[in-house]
Every structure is written in structure tokens, then in C-alpha cells.
């Protein structure tokens, strides 16, 4: 049983289930801005309770719950009671129900939750499911309880492999709690885990706007605005690349075998990568019921070469910016890229965008973006940060938290669902 909260409720964690779904929204109503809350109803069904990967991730987790129990055996009955990590095995209703967890009161009422959404990876060319947190909510007059903590520590005690992307402000609270809750701290973090600081790209269209994003002052982005424009004018932005023999870029309306055949020729280049075949492209860009997306593929012949996928969005300010959400190239070829990547330039500057933003990106796709005009954005407040964590005594699952062999884009998680 959980500690009481400071109102003197006793609260539960469980498993949600489709019957908690009105009182679930009705928590991120309270819990955030309708602006937070609004597009994550929206996104519920595709993202939680219809997501086709929901009862392969629990299959996953049932096979491993052998190792779980072995793992939890090495912290004492205090420390698996305090953090609410039970001895038996937590089903959900339906093998299909999502990666959601709910704290909840005596009376039923919803006080707080954790989301996460099943991706699978290979790990070293093994299939392995891992799960991306995303969505803290915790009810106002509940909050400074824990409850945050005491979900994370309940799902970190049932899921072998996470990740998720998080705030400076999240990381610095994260930091903080680690230190007060030495020795015992972080029970089912103590395996490896990692963590890496974010730097986006951004390649200005409207000097004046980024400058205003970077410093918050009008003034200091309208005089950035007239210097941008005599530096570097618009049209001296995009720089054409040179042609790659044989390619040609055309836009898809849907992700077809073509891109399983790329993803069996490329798979095998990275160490740890999201799976990338038309199945999951489908559900992530496809199905999506509150964006709209631009699919680029280079073909090589009748042949997939590559893709690149990208959208614009409607920031806080109300400027259009244009995101670069995900790309998978044959070869690592910076040429290909190169070539996706102007073509998605001009379709985005049609929209009028005030830049163009890709958030993160490995090598040496970084490296080019950099060539062709992009800069390190940090803009107030300052980005986050993305970590991995590994549940499993298995060597040959430790490279997942190595962020140096992972592949990564905007599309890895939730990074990119709330823009």
C-alpha cells in the first residue's frame, strides 16, 4: 500500500483499463492546460488504446517476468514496498489494453498516471520490444506526494527496456530526487541507463523569428531579422544539390513493400534502431488522426534508395515551422540525403515556414544539415535531454543503453506528438 497523501487518501497504483478512460481524461483536464490536454484525447485512441503493438510489448513482458522477480529479489521488502512494486505479476484486463499506468484513490477517483507506448528495436539484430515513456499527469492537489516517482519506479520494475525524452526542468528534478534517495535510490534503474543533453538544428527562413525564440526580446529579433536578410537571403538558403545517377524524388501517399525491402537492406547498419518497416510507418505516420505528413522517397529505378518524412506545425507564437521527423538512407548516403532533403526544403518553404527544425539527428546526417545551413538552436527554455535505461541481467541487451550505437530521429517516441 502506498503512503497516504498529504489529504489523507490512501492511493493505488494499477493498470488502466478502457473503463478508467473517462477518468483518466477528466484528470488531464485538471492535471494541464487545455492546450496539453486537448491533443493528447485526440491522439488516445491511435496512440493508447488501438495501438496495434499494445499485445506483442505485453507478450514480451510476460516472457521476461522470470528475470523481473529475480531482479526485485535484491532490494529489501521496505524498498519494494515504498515504491509500490508488488511480488505478483500485474495483468491487465486485456492483453491488448495499453502501457498505461493510474494511481488512483480509494473511491476510483484517477489522481495521476504514466503513459508509454510499445516500439520494437532491434538490439545487436535482435528483436526486442522496449517501451517510450510518455504522459505525467498528476492532479494538482496531489502533487509533491512522489506520485511521478512512484510510477516510474513501478513501470521500470516491469519493462526491460525504456526510453524516453524529457524537459531540463524533469531532468534537473530527476537529478535532485536521485540524490535524496541514496542508497536505495532508483531500485530498478540500477542496471545501466544513459543520458545525453539535446542540441536541435534549425535553419532560419525569418533571422527575426528565431532570434525572438532564442532571447524572448522583440526588439533584439526584429534587429536580427534586417541582419538575416542581408547576410543570407532567403533564396541563397537552399542550395540545390548536385544529382545522384539514376535517382529521382518523388512524393508516396503510403508506405508500401518497397519500404520493407529498404528496411532489410539497411537494418543491419546500425546497433540499436526503432524497426523501421511499412507496418510501423503505417501506424506512425499514416494513422495519426491530428497531422499531416510529406513522404519523400528516393528511388533508384522502381527501388527504394531512401525516404524522408517531414510536416509543418503551428508553434505558440502561431508561426508555421517545418519539422524534419524521419529519414532512413541506404549506404548512410549524405548524397541521397542531400537530395531528399532539398526537395523537402521546397515543399516546406510553399508553407511559408519561419524555420525549419530537426530537433535530433545521428551521423553523419548531422554533419550535413550543418553543411547545408543549419545551426545549433537553443532556445528558451532550453531543450531537453533523451535517456535509455536497460531491466535485464542479459549482456547482449546492454548496448541499449549505449546512446553512441543508436540510430535516432524526431519520429523515436513522443518527441515530435506534441508539436
Not at 288 to 294: F, G, I, S
Not at 360 to 386: D, H, I, N, T
Request: with cysteine; charged share 25%; net charge positive.
Amino acid at each position: 500500500m502506498l503512503a497516504k497523501s498529504k489529504t489523507g487518501v490512501p492511493d493505488r497504483i494499477q493498470r488502466y483499463s478502457r473503463s478508467d478512460r473517462a477518468r483518466v481524461f477528466e484528470l488531464l483536464r485538471v492535471a494541464r492546460a487545455a492546450g496539453f490536454a486537448r491533443p493528447l484525447i485526440d491522439q488516445w485512441n491511435w496512440k493508447y488504446d488501438d495501438n496495434p503493438f499494445n499485445r506483442e510489448a505485453e507478450c514480451y513482458r510476460r516472457a521476461h517476468r522470470d528475470e523481473f522477480l529475480r531482479i526485485r529479489e535484491q532490494y529489501s521488502p521496505e524498498v519494494l514496498q515504498k515504491w509500490d512494486v508488488r511480488s505478483e505479476d500485474d495483468l491487465p484486463e486485456r492483453e491488448d489494453d495499453p502501457l498505461i499506468l493510474v494511481a488512483k484513490t480509494r473511491a476510483g477517483e484517477v489522481i495521476a498516471m504514466l503513459g508509454a507506448v510499445p516500439v520494437r528495436f532491434l538490439v545487436g539484430g535482435a528483436k526486442e520490444w522496449a517501451s517510450v515513456t510518455c504522459d505525467w499527469f498528476v492532479r494538482p492537489e496531489y502533487r509533491d506526494n512522489q506520485l511521478s516517482m512512484r510510477l516510474s519506479m513501478r513501470l521500470a520494475s516491469e519493462r526491460v527496456l525504456r526510453f524516453t525524452w524529457g524537459s531540463q526542468t524533469s531532468g534537473i528534478a530527476r537529478t535532485r530526487w536521485l540524490a535524496a534517495n541514496s542508497p536505495a535510490r532508483q531500485p530498478f534503474h540500477a542496471l545501466p541507463s544513459n543520458r545525453v543533453q539535446l542540441t536541435p538544428l534549425a535553419k532560419p527562413i525569418d533571422w527575426g523569428y528565431l532570434a525572438h525564440r532564442k532571447t524572448g526580446r522583440r526588439w533584439f529579433a526584429a534587429g536580427a531579422a534586417v541582419a538575416g536578410s542581408l547576410i543570407r537571403p532567403v533564396e541563397r538558403l537552399i542550395h540545390r544539390p548536385k544529382p545522384v545517377a539514376g535517382v529521382t524524388i518523388v512524393e508516396l501517399t503510403e508506405f508500401d513493400q518497397r519500404f520493407d525491402q529498404l528496411w532489410s537492406r539497411v537494418q543491419g547498419d546500425y546497433a540499436v534502431v526503432a524497426i523501421r518497416d511499412s507496418r510501423y510507418l503505417r501506424w506512425r505516420f499514416d494513422a495519426r488522426p491530428d497531422a499531416t505528413y510529406l513522404r519523400l522517397a528516393a528511388l533508384r529505378g522502381s527501388d527504394l534508395a531512401g525516404y524522408l518524412v517531414c510536416r509543418t506545425a503551428t508553434d505558440s507564437d502561431g508561426a508555421t515551422i517545418g519539422y524534419l521527423v524521419d529519414f532512413l538512407i541506404e549506404n548512410r548516403s549524405t548524397d541521397l540525403f542531400s537530395l531528399l532533403l532539398w526537395h523537402a526544403e521546397q515543399n516546406l518553404l510553399r508553407h511559408r515556414v519561419k524555420a525549419i527544425v530537426c530537433t535530433v539527428v545521428s551521423s553523419p546526417f548531422r554533419e550535413q544539415l550543418m553543411r547545408s545551413g543549419y545551426y545549433k538552436f537553443a532556445s528558451a527554455p532550453a531543450p531537453g535531454y533523451f535517456s535509455s535505461a536497460v531491466n535485464s541481467t542479459d549482456p547482449a541487451l546492454l548496448r541499449f543503453a549505449d546512446l553512441r550505437q543508436w540510430y535516432l530521429t524526431m519520429s523515436d517516441g513522443d518527441l515530435e506528438l506534441t508539436s
